[in-house]
């Protein structure tokens, strides 16, 4: 509904002044162009901040002595629309002093609960987030690009729910890989930025470490972030001893012992997970303890051959 608004401010303040222009974001959005004639031949642009993002306004040179005050207009506007919510966001994460009457009206759910949710896309962030807030046009929930990721705020019942269809809709929309973390559920100013810290440590973990399905929740992480750290002369051994036998595993036998750790070192669940005969997995498994030495069936043996092996994709991500 803003994005509506915002698009029919800028459509009455075209017609009312009776400057035709168009804005778009720096990397192509549109955010509204001007039903009424633009002269081609006789056009001059200017950027314009829209909060953290760069807009750029055309339109004929003979308005040109409008522009400053067009700007002032757009900007403030687009301000009083969006940035209010988005601005406590940022003030919370960046430890600046924020009112409690602030919180109150900018964030009215986090006294019920929110989730703090981190998207990072390899692709347009604007247009992701254009899509985010389509997703949640009538609902409490703030979304604004952070660092370079989007952050989505808000009071989700079932938030695995919610961030799958987030990771589906940019997905098949963009047509670009789109990664998710998120934390704990929080109800205070300080339960934002720890929630916060802890989407932006796991997001930086599922990357390096090439977690399937791209969604990282933090109380989930905890191997991979004892793995993270274990002691770099530990690392460079495991590597040595395990590298060239990773190296040679072709992508099945790599989905097999991901699939075969996710299930808890089931074969039953492993092998239907994989849709193949429990002798298969066996099989597979035979192959890679005869390959490594390690019979990952075995626990002490499985949870040396993992840190091994996420050490591995760590190195390949790099």
């Not at 990397?27 to 909060?51: A, Q, R």
């Not at 989007?150 to 789109?178: M, N, P, R, T, W």
């Not at 597979?284 to 005869?290: G, P, S, T, V």
């Amino acid at each position: 509904m803003k994005m509506y608004n915002f698009n029919e401010f800028l459509k009455n303040l075209s017609h009312s002044s009776k400057i035709p222009f168009n804005v778009v974001t720096e990397d192509g959005n549109s955010l509204y162009i001007s039903d009424l004639d633009i002269k081609n031949s006789h056009i001059t642009s200017f950027t314009i901040m829209l909060g953290r993002v760069k807009g750029i306004i055309s339109l004929e040179k003979q308005y040109e002595n409008c522009t400053a005050l067009l700007k002032y207009t757009i900007a403030n506007k687009y301000t009083q629309l969006f940035l209010s919510k988005e601005q406590a966001v940022i003030d919370i994460l960046e430890n600046r002093e924020i009112s409690i009457d602030n919180i109150n009206i900018n964030l009215p759910f986090l006294k019920n609960g929110c989730y703090v949710i981190l998207i990072s896309v390899n692709g347009s962030k604007y247009e992701a987030l254009s899509i985010i807030k389509q997703i949640y046009d009538n609902e409490e929930v703030v979304s604004l690009i952070y660092n370079d990721n989007i952050i989505v705020i808000g009071q989700f019942a079932e938030v695995q729910q919610h961030i799958e269809s987030i990771k589906e809709s940019i997905a098949s929309d963009l047509y670009c890989e789109c990664y998710v973390s998120y934390g704990d559920i929080n109800y205070d100013i300080k339960g934002i930025k720890k929630a916060y810290n802890e989407a932006a440590e796991c997001m930086i973990l599922g990357k390096k470490f090439d977690i399937k399905d791209h969604i990282f929740n933090y109380n989930k992480m905890l191997f991979e972030k004892i793995v993270y750290n274990v002691d770099a002369k530990i690392k460079r051994e495991l590597l040595y001893m395990l590298k060239d036998k990773f190296d040679a595993f072709d992508s099945q036998m790599i989905v097999t012992i991901e699939q075969f750790v996710d299930c808890g070192l089931n074969i039953s669940d492993a092998a239907r997970k994989l849709y193949v005969h429990r002798n298969t997995l066996i099989y597979r498994l035979d192959k890679i303890k005869k390959e490594t030495n390690f019979d990952i069936r075995d626990f002490k043996d499985a949870s040396v051959f993992l840190i091994a092996f996420l050490i591995w994709k760590g190195n390949k991500v790099e």
